[in-house]
């Protein structure tokens, strides 16, 4: 079992900037594919971004250019640098990983949003 727990979100102005910071525990040796996730009131999940084996991420179109994801030095902890935030960016952003991965499958995946693991969320508010 792998546990995850997400931290960072609050509320900015439009332009603004945050981290998110998704830590996992628990049999986490095993997992090799980390993504994020967001779900906006009245829509669906929304894949944000990917980190695969080898470190290949894989980004949303709507966030490319505004948004990298890496992970720590800690290995366990993945991170969502979010920059130039606008008001459709609000929503609740969820981090999920899938142990024993391959590259493939955990880009399929990430887009049909079929994570084995899933935090509860950190709320991102963009709002003047």
């Known amino acids: 079992q792998v546990r995850l727990v997400e931290s960072g979100g609050g509320s900015v102005p439009p332009g603004g900037s945050l981290r998110l910071s998704c830590e996992a525990s628990?049999?986490?040796?095993?997992?090799?594919?980390m993504g994020w996730f967001r779900q906006a009131p009245g829509k669906a999940r929304e894949p944000i971004a990917i980190?695969?084996?080898?470190?290949?991420?894989r980004l949303t179109d709507s966030v490319k250019g505004r948004f990298t994801i890496s992970k720590g030095n800690d290995k366990n902890i993945l991170y969502l640098q979010m920059n130039s935030l606008n008001s459709e960016d609000t929503a609740l952003y969820y981090c999920?990983?899938?142990?024993?991965?391959?590259?493939?499958?955990?880009?399929?995946?990430?887009?049909?949003?079929?994570?084995?693991?899933w935090g509860q969320g950190t709320q991102v508010t963009v709002s003047s």
């Open positions: 999920a990983a899938r142990p024993q991965s391959t590259f493939g499958t955990c880009v399929r995946g990430w887009e049909r949003s079929e994570m084995d693991y």
């Open positions: 628990g049999n986490s040796d095993s997992v090799n594919c």
């Open positions: 980190l695969t084996i080898a470190n290949i991420t």
